[in-house]
């Protein structure tokens, strides 16, 4: 975990605290800032930081945002940032748009109709430039209502309808033994979901590369050990520094 530098700041109350002050703000990978706090954070980002308080032992800390020089956004559903054009315009960041499709499976109930997601994207574009929003299909899941060839014609499906809007797609597949919690959920729903094997992994690698000839997007893994090098699909940082270089030279 980076160590970021830490700093003194007054609080609104006049109380004066430690804060960590990062240069690049990841918002977030534990809640979907972008779709249900958007207007939260921009203001504390006027007010210069924010506070988080730990679910488990209730121990509060603060992050500075003035040495901010990045800021990386997670979500399933960033539309809400389409009513802060103006703030965005001038910082420096990009946008991991996590688009599935699991509409019929009812694995992601929470997010907007899938046309609608896809609309998002293409608006984000247009109103940013395509270096500024990634496509994620995270995670892979495989049960036994979802196979190899559905999650491929799924990602067909997507990919063909943002092709000309997107450089990069990155991609995982669904570890359901190391996140109890999800494996906790699945089986509350009763979907049987099944481990991806290693040949599994590799035949859908080398699918996905013989899909991409039609689009020529770079091709990433997320957080996997498994070597896909060979079918042209890059070890990806989920946080990607050079890819942080390139958009601020933009």
């Known amino acids: 975990m980076a160590q970021w530098q830490k700093i003194k700041i007054i609080r609104e109350n006049g109380e004066t605290v430690d804060a960590q002050a990062p240069i690049i703000i990841s ?3 534990s809640t979907d800032i972008p779709a249900f706090y958007a207007d939260w954070f921009f203001h504390r980002l006027k007010i ?5 308080t730990n679910p488990f032992n209730g121990v509060k800390s603060y992050v500075s945002y ?14 809400p940032l389409l009513n802060h054009i103006d ?25 907007p109709p899938l046309e609608d997601r896809i609309e998002t994207f293409k608006q984000l574009v247009k109103t940013f430039g395509k270096g500024r929003v990634i496509w994620r299909f995270d995670p892979l899941i495989l049960t036994d209502k979802i196979t190899v060839d559905d999650l491929l014609r799924k990602v067909e499906n997507i990919g063909d309808q943002l092709f000309g809007y997107t450089e990069k797609l990155v991609f995982s597949f669904a570890d359901i033994a190391l996140y109890k919690k999800v494996k906790s959920n699945l089986e509350k729903n009763n979907i049987n ?10 035949d859908f690698a080398q699918r996905l590369s013989e899909l991409n000839k039609k689009w020529n997007f770079q091709l990433a893994t997320c957080g996997e050990k498994i070597d896909i090098s060979q079918f042209g699909i890059q070890h990806n940082k ?12 933009k």
């Open 48 to 52: 210069g930081y924010s506070a988080w």
């Open 66 to 79: 003035k040495n901010a020089r990045f800021f990386v956004f997670w979500s399933k559903n960033p539309k």
């Open 193 to 202: 979901y099944s481990e991806w094997t290693e040949n599994q992994m590799l």
């Open 87 to 111: 703030e965005l315009k001038r910082m420096n960041f990009y946008i991991q748009f996590t688009l599935n499709n699991y509409v019929s499976e009812g694995l992601e109930k929470g997010v």
């Open 27 to 29: 918002a977030s990978r």
């Open 238 to 249: 989920c946080i990607d520094d050079d890819f942080d270089n390139t958009v601020c030279k």
